[in-house]
């Protein structure tokens, strides 16, 4: 039992070690930077100075710092993206993954496969190469002028469609993976046992396949959410950087504006934003998909 | 490019091996595609010093490696501004390079440090402006102004695009409402603030992917640096214009860093960029301004032709540079959040 549970740890300890450097380390740094006075040339001062938040809430009073609603604007605007992102990627990917299931093996492998090909290459490459498909002389324009579908190139680079055509691109492998997986586990026979007992298609649907693909889409939900929310080569390079997200505000903070602890400020409400949604993952969805299993 | 590279490269190798008893090197920290890589072959194979190269893409980025404690570097390029703030947190070293015997080379108008008046530390690089690319036949005819670029896309239905950069965007509105791009003055910033929304619309993209939209003919004109001039020269078409509200200028300096631990390769590199027939060979494959007052004389023709780039005495009193705004540049940044959120 002792020699179990030293192995144990010695199997832990690597990532443990790994998380508390890594990840706890330049967190912490973030926390403490984001109270701290702005440096004239970047970097900080070490005073303590909560008027980064000031600005973002709304208690700056006009003197040191000022409020402005907009970053609150910017990050309701970065979540509603996000949101429509989740939403566009799963519908998209729900009923292609039952169609994924019922291939055979081997076309399974394959498929798999096909989904995670975009991460061989560079995400800023593939980006460019979406730049250069929907631009007016790009290759869609040229497809549909050449058959004769339309007389003048679409405008579709630099626009919230573009946006949105590139999040979901980037984002679909992220929903695909879990949702397939519960897809996958799926028990067919109690399927068949809801026909059986007549309920409707529609019926077993809601009452007996969603419940239980639910954990798959949730967690894909989670997982597509929360690299979205702070997304900003996505709308910079196919929006046109017009729309700021607040991926955006935080970039800005640190090579434009020279301002540090306001970057921290916006990372740290980021941050905020990402822990109440996985705490409602945690809380919620994974307790509902537990009595549906018990069920 | 990369064919030069190869040879910069295999030349430097040949030197290494020559000079190999003493293994003499200097390692430049350069803005990406901000000098010929013709010249660093051409020291090496000289002086038997090997030339390593990095880059950055703003002052900001350099400044954060150096003051973070990156090492190894002998000569950074900053641009004029950040001079100062270098000298201020006394990161750079003090060379006399206006000792040198060619120094008299140098167009002292282009020693514009405020820490540096005299070239003690610092000696002038290149310089260029930022000004209106625009295709004739896309753009309804020629283009002069900033009023005229903004009014691109009504008139013909095209788009125009802005660089992503905060400062040079509002640079813009600041010229246009006849401010200094370094006004500290809230009305002033407000004005400028206020007349970029009103043509926000019509612009397409802060991007600095222009150059690739504008070739193909996808985009009608944007701003952008005066060295894409260099692959426009053969289409008549394709024109470059400093505006008649006026243009930024940047400039950098080579200067060598405190902590260089070769700072006597780094002289003899300066050195080395005094001579004409040298500083030329950059300003042609650069396609910008030159410091170097012999080397002017030597220029290509389609740079020496060319007073947009070449820019003659009248039209640089139009031209306005970015000084450091201290505390200031806070409301820059809440001006530049103000435009980019404007719907």
Not at chain 2, 41 to 50: N, P, S, V, Y
Not at chain 2, 93 to 109: E, L, R
Request: glycine share 8%.
């Amino acid at each position: 039992m002792r020699r179990q549970r030293l192995f144990l740890l010695g199997l832990l300890s690597p990532v443990t070690l790994y998380l508390g450097v890594f990840f706890f380390g330049p967190l912490a740094i973030i926390a403490v930077f984001s109270v701290l006075e702005p440096g004239l040339y970047g970097g900080v001062e070490w005073n303590f100075y909560h008027w980064n938040y000031g600005r973002i809430f709304g208690w700056a009073d006009g003197v040191v710092e000022w409020y402005e609603p907009v970053y609150l604007k910017i990050l309701f605007r970065s979540m509603l993206m996000a949101a429509f992102t989740v939403i566009a990627c799963l519908i998209l990917v729900y009923p292609v993954t039952f169609w994924v299931s019922r291939l055979p093996q081997r076309a399974q492998l394959f498929f798999m496969f096909l989904i995670t090909l975009p991460f061989f290459t560079s995400l800023i490459i593939r980006l460019y190469a979406w730049l250069v498909i929907l631009k007016p002389s790009g290759l869609i324009n040229d497809v549909l002028l050449g058959i004769g579908l339309i007389e003048t190139p679409l405008d579709m680079l630099f626009t919230r469609f573009a946006v949105v055509l590139g999040m979901v691109y980037v984002m679909i492998p992220f929903m695909f993976l879990p949702v397939y997986s519960s897809v996958e586990r799926l028990d067919r026979t109690l399927i068949e046992a809801s026909g059986d007992l007549g309920a409707r298609g529609w019926q077993t649907f809601l009452k007996v396949i969603l419940p239980q693909t639910l954990p798959g889409i949730a967690g894909g939900s989670v997982l597509v959410f929360i690299p979205s929310v702070g997304n900003f080569i996505i709308p910079d390079v196919l929006g046109g950087a017009k729309g700021l997200m607040i991926g955006n505000l935080v970039e800005q903070q640190f090579l434009d504006a020279r301002n540090w602890p306001f970057g921290a400020a916006l990372s740290m409400v980021i941050m905020a934003v990402v822990l109440t949604v996985m705490l409602i993952y945690a809380t919620k969805i994974v307790r509902a998909g537990q009595r549906i299993g018990e069920v | 490019m990369l064919f030069t590279k190869i040879v910069a490269t295999s030349l430097t190798a040949i030197g290494l091996l020559a000079g190999a008893a003493q293994a003499e090197e200097l390692r430049l920290y350069n803005w990406g595609d901000y000098i010929n890589p013709e010249i660093l072959a051409k020291f090496t194979e000289e002086t038997g010093i090997e030339v390593g190269l990095d880059t950055y893409s703003s002052n900001e980025e350099m400044l954060a490696k150096i003051q973070a404690g990156a090492t190894g570097y002998d000569i950074v390029f900053p641009s004029i501004h950040m001079v100062d703030i270098m000298l201020n947190l006394n990161l750079l070293a003090k060379t006399d390079i206006n000792q040198a015997a060619d120094w008299g080379n140098i167009d002292t108008d282009f020693l514009r440090a405020a820490n540096d008046p005299n070239g003690d530390y610092c000696m002038p690089y290149g310089w260029g402006t930022v000004g209106i690319f625009y295709n004739r036949e896309k753009s309804g005819g020629d283009i002069t102004s900033w009023e005229e670029f903004f009014a691109i896309p009504g008139k013909t239905g095209n788009k125009i695009t802005l660089l992503d950069d905060m400062r040079e965007v509002l640079g813009i509105g600041l010229m246009a409402t006849g401010a200094s791009v370094n006004s500290t003055d809230p009305a002033e910033i407000k004005a400028a603030t206020d007349w970029l929304i009103e043509r926000k619309g019509d612009v397409s993209a802060f991007t600095y992917a222009f150059p690739g939209l504008f070739l193909s003919g996808d985009v009608a004109a944007g701003q952008f640096f005066v060295g894409l001039a260099g692959a426009i020269t053969e289409d008549d078409n394709l024109q470059y214009v400093i505006p008649s509200e006026g243009a930024t200028m940047y400039e950098e300096a080579m200067c060598v860093l405190e902590s260089a631990p070769n700072k006597e390769a780094a002289r003899k590199f300066m050195e080395f960029m005094l001579r004409p027939e040298i500083s030329v060979m950059n300003t042609n494959q650069q396609f910008n301004g030159s410091v170097n007052v012999p080397a002017r004389a030597m220029l290509a023709d389609a740079i020496m032709m060319d007073p947009n780039i070449n820019v003659p005495a009248a039209t640089m009193t139009r031209l306005q540079m970015f000084e450091d705004l201290g505390k200031a540049l806070k409301a820059y940044d809440r001006a530049w959040n103000t435009i980019r959120t404007a719907e």
